[in-house]
């Protein structure tokens, strides 16, 4: 079992940049596969990145690649979405996720096992 806790969301400028963290309990953070995923009001929840056990896979949504970066630290437990060049459009609560199944990166929402309680981004225009 593992428990989540994301910090970093906010309100920030179209163009500005904001670091959201997600924080891991437990001594077995390095056995899941971590993904961030958005949920914007009125929307299904939809998965924007995901990393591997190890750090060395990632998978991006289309609609953030070259802009967000996934990354993590399994010596602090926790995994990292640095997110750039942000647009109105990305405004959602953002949640991280950790999947036990055993793959490079996971994309499905109903495959991750464990929730944190997410964070809010809003971008202004």
């Known amino acids: 079992q593992v428990q989540l806790v994301e910090s970093g969301g906010g309100l920030v400028q179209a163009g500005g940049s904001l670091r959201l963290s997600c924080a891991a309990s437990g001594r077995t953070f390095s056995s899941y596969v971590m993904g961030w995923f958005s949920q914007a009001p009125g929307k299904d929840r939809e998965i924007v990145a995901a990393?591997?056990?190890?750090?060395?896979?990632?998978y991006y949504a289309d609609s953030v690649k070259g802009r967000f970066t996934i990354s993590r630290d399994n010596a602090k437990n926790t995994v990292y979405l640095q997110m750039n060049s942000l647009k109105p459009e990305d405004t959602a609560v953002y949640y991280c996720?950790?999947?036990?199944?055993?793959?490079?990166?996971?994309?499905?929402?109903?495959?991750?096992?464990?929730w944190g309680q997410g964070t809010q981004v809003t971008v202004s225009s």
């Open positions: 990393i591997s056990r190890s750090g060395g896979n990632t």
């Open positions: 996720a950790a999947s036990t199944l055993f793959r490079s990166t996971v994309v499905a929402a109903r495959l991750y096992d464990y």
